[in-house]
């Protein structure tokens, strides 16, 4: 099945989305890490800085093919070039876009292109363990589940388990079908 988002870089022009997603307390809710209120100026600085090039982090919109809508954000960040890893964070920011399989695509396309242009060997990342439609997301791309961080976020009153979960390029490439261009001599 052929995508139906398509990944562009983050540009200043995504001030109002990005400044609107930034202060919904809902979306907060799946997303780890405490939720703070951002001035439309903080925003504006901050997309200069992510939108900038560097070797250590990729951040990218999630765009709708039929519109151009924008949608969501997916990150690339802590880039390991010598060990050839990296993290990922996906938000799909408005609510009339979730669960409809578009974060799915849109991982589907970073991993892609970080095992196949960047030549990375893992991609990982965190999840609550209670967002089972993340997880199910992450899952359907090839992670799995390689620990818990337990009670490691606080958010509303109470203490949350994180997974932690991971993608190698050789066991992406199985379910892709296609022969790994990573072999070693075991």
Known sequence: MESRVY?????????????????????????????HFVSRATVSEWLEK??????????LAICLKNNSEHIGNIYVREIDWINRNATI????GDANHRGKGYGKEAVSLVVEYVFTTMGLNRIYGYLYEHNKASFKTFQAVGFVEEGKLRKHVFQ???FHDILFVGVCRDDWEKLQGKESFNKTND
């Open 50 to 59: 992510k939108s900038a090039f560097s070797n250590t982090e990729i951040n």
């Open 7 to 35: 990944l562009r870089i983050l540009e200043l022009k995504d001030v109002d989305r990005v400044y609107q997603w930034q202060n919904d307390q809902e979306l907060y809710q799946s997303l780890i890490g405490s939720h």
């Open 89 to 92: 964070g996906l938000l799909i």
């Open 156 to 158: 509303n009153g109470k």
